[in-house]
């Protein structure tokens, strides 16, 4: 947490274990805001998560990419990496900008060891043109994480219909 901005992660610690939402993070946030008399004038909020593949280059590049490029230059691809941005209203109240990027990485996880992975981040932010003019109230910025949260599983369904990368 910072004057400039304050972060928030949350790492699942067992595969039962579910999200437990923006609440506690925004509680944290007003107090910070009230205590300071601190403006806000950008929002955003970034979700990262990852299914295990075995060839996560080949993963990605088949499920994007079509069939005339499985031969060649793309039949063996190490890695491989999909950014896409677009702007829209969320929630019907803030212009976004929206960022999904899929790319290959490798996770670690104790005993297990390290595993390739196809990770997805995604992030949504309002716009930093708009910083010198904006003051989200405390309604607007519950309504932003309320909005995003939703968002995030839409977004992925359209990118992976199955719901993962497969």
């Known amino acids: 947490m910072s004057s400039e901005r304050l972060d928030v992660f949350w790492q699942r610690t067992g595969e039962a274990v579910p999200f437990p939402g923006l ?7 007003q ?8 403006r806000v004038a950008r929002l955003a909020a970034v979700l990262t998560r990852f299914a295990p593949a075995e060839l996560p280059g080949l ?3 088949r499920h994007f990419c079509t069939q005339r ?3 060649a230059p793309l039949n ?4 491989f990496e999909l ?7 969320l929630g019907g109240r803030f212009m976004v900008n929206s960022w999904v990027r899929n790319k290959t990485a490798t996770a670690s996880s104790g005993s297990a060891g390290e595993r ?6 995604q992030d949504l932010n309002t716009l930093a043109e708009d910083i010198a003019s904006r003051d989200f ?4 910025i519950g309504a932003f994480f309320q909005a995003a949260e939703s968002e995030f599983d839409t977004i992925l369904g359209l990118y992976y219909p199955s719901g993962e990368p497969s």
């Open 59 to 61: 993963v990605l590049a």
């Open 69 to 71: 490029w499985s031969t």
């Open 137 to 140: 109230s405390q309604d607007e």
């Open 76 to 79: 063996r691809p190490e890695n």
């Open 23 to 29: 609440s506690k993070a925004l509680s944290l946030l």
């Open 83 to 89: 950014h896409a941005h677009k702007r829209f209203m």
């Open 31 to 38: 107090e910070y805001r009230t205590f300071l008399g601190a």
């Open 116 to 121: 390739s992975i196809v990770l997805v981040e």
